[in-house]
C-alpha cells in the first residue's frame, strides 16, 4: 500500500526561484531564437523553443507564462501589435505541456502529430490573423514566399498566404521541436525533477496513484471537469462583455478623435470661404473673382491634413440638394463643378432632404459612391452671421476599422493567453487543494472495504500519514474520515472478538453436546474430536492430490470439520439398551441404531429454522443424514450411491468407520493402523469412494500422529 513518496525538502522560496530561473532563462532563449533569424535573414522565426522547454520541465503554468511573455514584451519595446499572435504562443505551450506530460514527446508519432498541430495553429491561425490585421502584401517572415506562390498564377492571395505560412511554420517548428527536444534530452533527470511544481496540501502522492486517479472515470462528469467548466463559462462570460465595452468605447473615442480632427479642418476651410459671396462662387465658379485662389487653399488643406482625410469640399444645402459652391479633386475622384446638384442620399443621406441652409449638421457615415467615410460639416457664414453653406470634410472610416481590427485582435489574443494562464493556474491549486485530497480519501476508504484485519490497519495508518491540511472543508472532511476509519477499525475489531468468542462457544458446545450423545454409548469425546481430525487430514490430502478442487473451498473445509462432531447427534433419539449392548443387535434393534441418521437431520433441521443464516449446519445435517451411506448404493437411509453422495457425507464415513476399527469399544477390541487401513482400502468403491478411501491411506502418516496424541494424552491424564 505504498501510495506516499519521499517528501521534497526545498524549501516554497526554493521552488520559486527555481520556477522563476526557468522563466526567465526560457524568455530568453525565445529572444535569442528570434535575434539570430532576423540577424541572418532567415526565413524562419524560432521564438518559441523557450516556451517548449518551460512547457516540458515546468509544465502548463511556465510555459503558458513563457509563451504570452515573449509577444508582450515585444509589444511594450518595438512592435505593439506583436501582442496579435500571443494565443497562438499560448496554444503552443499548451499542447507541448499536455502531449509531455503523457510521455508522447518520446514517441515518433507524438513528435510528428505536434509539430504538424504547430504549423496548422502558427501557419494557418497566424496567416489568418495577418491577412485580417494587413491584407494580401504584408511585409512579413514569409512575404517572398507568398508572392512566388501567387505569381504562379493557380492560387488566389488568400490561399498563398496559407500554403506559404504554413510551410514556414513548418519548417521553424521541426527546427524548433528538434532543439527543444536535445535540450530535453541532454538535461539530467534529477536537474529536471527540480522543476516539476507541486503544492500538496497532503502527504505527496506517489507519480502511479495520481496517474490512476486522472485515468479513473466518474459516473457522469468529473469535479475537474466541472471546474474547468465553470470557470471557462464564467471567463468567456466575463471577458466577453469586457471586450464587448472596451472595444466599444474604443471605437467611439476613435470616431470623437476623427470628428475633431475634422472638425478642425473643416473650420480652416470654412474661414477660407467669403460667406457673402457663395451664391457667386456657385454661379461663375473659377470666373469668379477669388475663386481660385480659395480653390488652392482648400486643395492645400486637403494635402497637408492627416492621410486619412479623403475629401474637402464647400456645399449649400437647399432643397433639391445639395449644391456644389467648391470640390477639391483628388487622386481617385475628381471634383463636382460649381453650381452641380448632389443628391442627399450620394451626401449626407436621404434623412436630410427637406432642411433649411440654416440647419446645423451633425457628424454622420456615409457609404457611397465615393466610399466609406466619415462627414463632419462646419458652417460658412456672412458678415450678418447667417449660415450660407457648409464645409465639409470626409474623413476614412477604412482607416479607424483597420485600428479596430487591429484592437480586436490583440484583446482576443490577450484575453485567450490570460485566460489560459488563469485557468491552468486556478486548475493547479485545485488539484491539490480539492481533487488530489478527496481521490486519496476516496481511494483509502475503498480499502478500508477490505476483510483483512492487516489491510483495516494499514488503513487507519494510511488515514493519519496522508495529514490533509487544505484549512477548509475539505480538511474537515479528512478529518471526519479519519475519525470514522477508527472508530470503525475499534468497532470491527470488537465485532470480531465477540464474533470468535460466540465460535468457541459455538464450537465448544457442538462438543460437549456430541460428546454428551456418544459417552450414552460408553464411548469418550475422543470419537468426536478424532473424526472431525480425520475429515481433516482427507480434505487436505484430497485438495494436495487435486482432487475435488471445486468444491475443496476454504468455506466448505471449514463447515465440514466444525460441523464434524454432530454427525451422530441423531444417537439421542437411540435407547440406552440398545447403544450400549455388548452383544451383536438384532434385526428389530438395528433397524432402530439406524433410525440415527435420520433423526439427526430432523434435530439440525429445527436449529437450521432457528438459526437460518449458519451456513456450516447444512454440512452439518449432510453428514448427520448420509454418513451411513455407501458408494455401492447398499447403505442407509436413502441408498444413494455414488457421487450422489454429499461429498461431505462420502469424507465423514472414511473417518467413521476408521474410528471405529481402530478403537476400542464396549464389543470389540480396537484394531492396529494398519489393519484398520487394510480393512478401508478393501471397502474402497464398494462402501466408501475411491478417491477418498487412497487420500485417507496416502495419510496415514497424519493419521497416526492422531491416534498417537490421543494416547499421550490419555496417559497423562492417568499419570
Known sequence: MDIIRKQETRSGLEKTLTMLSLIIVCILINSGGALVCNS???????????????????????????????????????????????????????????????????????????????????????????????????????????????????????????????????????????????????????????????????????????????????????????LVSLLTVASVLVGASAMMISYYIFYNSMVDREVELAKGIAKRAAACVDGDRVDEFMEKGESAQGYTEIYKELEEILNTSDSIVEYVYVYKIMEDGCHVVFDIDTEDVPGGEPGDVVGFKETIGEYRSGLSEAEELEPIVVNDRFGWVLTVFEPVMDSSGKVRAHAGVDISMHQIMMEARSFKIRMVSLFFGVFALILAVSLFFVEYQMILPLNTMAYTASIFRQDSEEALHDTVELFNKIDIETGDETENLYLAFSEMTEDNLNYVEDIKRKNETINDMQNALIVVLADMVESRDQNTGEH??????????????????????????????????????????????????????????????????????????????????????????????NLALYHHERWDGKGYPMGLSGEDIPLSARIMAVADVFDALSSDRCYKKAFSIEESMD?????????????????????????????????????????
Open 40 to 226: 541572418l535573414g532567415l526565413p524562419l522565426y524560432l521564438d518559441l523553443i523557450g516556451t517548449m522547454i518551460a512547457s516540458m520541465l515546468g509544465g502548463y503554468i511556465p510555459g503558458i507564462f513563457v509563451g504570452l511573455m515573449g509577444p508582450f514584451l515585444t509589444t511594450i519595446t518595438s512592435d505593439p501589435m506583436a501582442i496579435s499572435y500571443g494565443a497562438i504562443n499560448v496554444s503552443v505551450a499548451v499542447i507541448t505541456a499536455f502531449f509531455h506530460n503523457r510521455d508522447w514527446t518520446g514517441k515518433f508519432w507524438g513528435i510528428f502529430s505536434m509539430i504538424v498541430i504547430y504549423a496548422l495553429i502558427g501557419g494557418v491561425g497566424g496567416a489568418l490573423i495577418t491577412w485580417y490585421l494587413y491584407g494580401f502584401g504584408a511585409e512579413d517572415t514569409s512575404s517572398a514566399l507568398v508572392e512566388s506562390i501567387h505569381s504562379l498564377g493557380i492560387f488566389s492571395a488568400f490561399t498563398s498566404e496559407l500554403i506559404a505560412d504554413f510551410l514556414i511554420d513548418l519548417i521553424d517548428k521541426i527546427v524548433s521541436v528538434s532543439f527543444a527536444l536535445i535540450v530535453i534530452h541532454v538535461l539530467p533527470e534529477k536537474f529536471k525533477g527540480r522543476f516539476h511544481v507541486h503544492a500538496w496540501k497532503q502527504a505527496p502522492l506517489t507519480s502511479e496513484i495520481v496517474r490512476e486517479f486522472r485515468k479513473k472515470k466518474s459516473r457522469t462528469m468529473s469535479l475537474r471537469l466541472k
Open 528 to 621: 468426536v474430536k478424532k473424526t472431525a481430525l480425520y475429515t481433516r487430514i482427507i480434505m487436505d490430502e484430497l485438495k494436495k492430490e487435486g482432487i475435488y478442487e471445486d468444491k475443496l473451498t476454504d468455506k466448505f473445509m471449514e463447515d465440514v470439520f466444525k460441523s464434524a462432531p454432530l454427525h451422530d447427534i441423531g444417537k439421542i433419539k437411540v435407547s440406552d439398551r440398545i447403544l450400549n449392548k455388548p452383544a451383536r443387535l438384532d434385526e428389530e434393534e438395528y433397524r432402530n441404531m439406524k433410525t440415527h441418521t435420520i433423526a439427526g437431520a430432523e434435530i439440525i433441521d429445527q436449529v437450521i429454522e432457528k438459526v437460518p443464516d449458519s451456513d456450516y449446519l447444512n454440512e452439518a445435517r
Open 679 to 719: 480393512i478401508i482400502l478393501e471397502g474402497s468403491g464398494t462402501h466408501f469412494d475411491p478417491n477418498v478411501a487412497n487420500a485417507f491411506a496416502n495419510a496415514t502418516d497424519k493419521v497416526r500422529e492422531v491416534i498417537e496424541s490421543t494416547r499421550a494424552q490419555k496417559r497423562s491424564i492417568y499419570d
